[in-house]
């Protein structure tokens, strides 16, 4: 699976480190992933999300019924 946020879309960001010497090297900055388990009372299972730190606040402030509601209506699996 790829390193991408499954309610906020968050992705992995590209760019260059630089040294003391000022030499250049490619990096890229992960996001914060957690593997998360969410009891979604309307499908009367849990679901399995790989979610960020931010859609982790997300979830807790619009809760996990609607959120995974917009997951459904955009086809995602669980």
């Keep these: ?6 309610v906020t879309g968050r992705a992995p960001g590209y760019g260059k480190q630089v040294s003391h010497s000022h030499r250049r090297t490619s990096r890229r900055w992960e996001p914060n992933l957690q593997t998360r ?5 309307s499908l009367g299972r849990t679901v399995r999300l790989k979610v960020s730190a931010k859609g982790m606040k997300t979830i807790d402030k619009h809760g996990i ?3 995974v509601a917009g997951l459904l209506a955009k086809g995602a699996k669980f």
């Design 37 to 41: 388990r969410y009891y979604v009372p």
């Design 65 to 67: 019924e609607a959120v």
């Design 1 to 6: 699976m790829s390193a991408v946020c499954q």
